[in-house]
């Protein structure tokens, strides 16, 4: 099926049901999933995954909807639930799409999608979750036990398309391997983590990488001291500042800023962090996992 082509009919039926402008996003994917723990196979999933949705304009009211069921009846529904729910919705001043001159792709190879994850063996993806637990469970007699192991593939494919004349596509994929080992001493039991993620297979740790470091993190938790409470200075590891990193995007996200859901609101031209502090959102290096050639709305990614 040309998705590109359906998304584009879908933009046109709804500007001919009424809509002002339009937006149809299409997303197919196909995803593996294999489970092993203690040596053996716990479970295995593949799944595959196609929907559209779409999101219209009439006047300042939006209306959005979505399905998976992209058959010709299913289309139509979509459409008319997007009309029906934007003809019950209040007006929203600043509800508009992208200028045109603001809409376009990133030229060139973003390195987002790899070959070698297509066709992957099933025996290999199994072998390498079983190598990563393995390796785990031989660093050290005190890693008794193990949560298991995952290795995970996935395929995807995103297009777009809008009524002030965009259109684009791109492909994605990537893989992932992560362990959890059980680490004991006396009656301490502790646990931890550690995953490699790459777009291609060739691009993650080892698997006897993974399952070493996994069992270090959890044996240096073992009769771990308690710290009292005290104001000194912390450095945060890799992971850590990632999440408090997730908080402070998610505070500067436009919708949250529009519906005063975030502490930052209001806050333009404030100081709300330390000298020093500089945070960048880039969308365009190549391979990473919050790269595209062009964002939810059609315009360009960039470095901000």
Sequence with gaps: MDFLNLAQDVVKRAHAAGATDAECTIAEGE?????????EVENLKEAGSRGAGLRILIGRKTGASYTSDLSEEGIQHLVKSAIELADITTEDPHADLPGVEELGSIPGDLALYSQDVEGLDTALKISTAKRAEEAALSTDPRISNSEGASFDSHLGRHIFANSRGFSGEYRSSYC?????????????MERDYWYTMARGFAGLESPELVGRTAAQRALRRLNAVKVET?????????????SLLDNIFEAVHGMSIYRHESFLAGKLGEKVAVDGLTVIDDATIPGLFGTSPFDDEGVPSRRT
Excluded: H, I, Y
Aim: aromatic fraction near 6%.
């Design 31 to 39: 995803e593996f999933s294999a489970n092993v723990r203690m040596r």
């Design 176 to 188: 992932s391997l992560s362990t959890v080992p059980v680490a004991r001493d006396g009656e301490c």
């Design 230 to 242: 005290q104001k000194v200075p912390v450095v945060f590891e890799p992971r850590t500042a990632r």
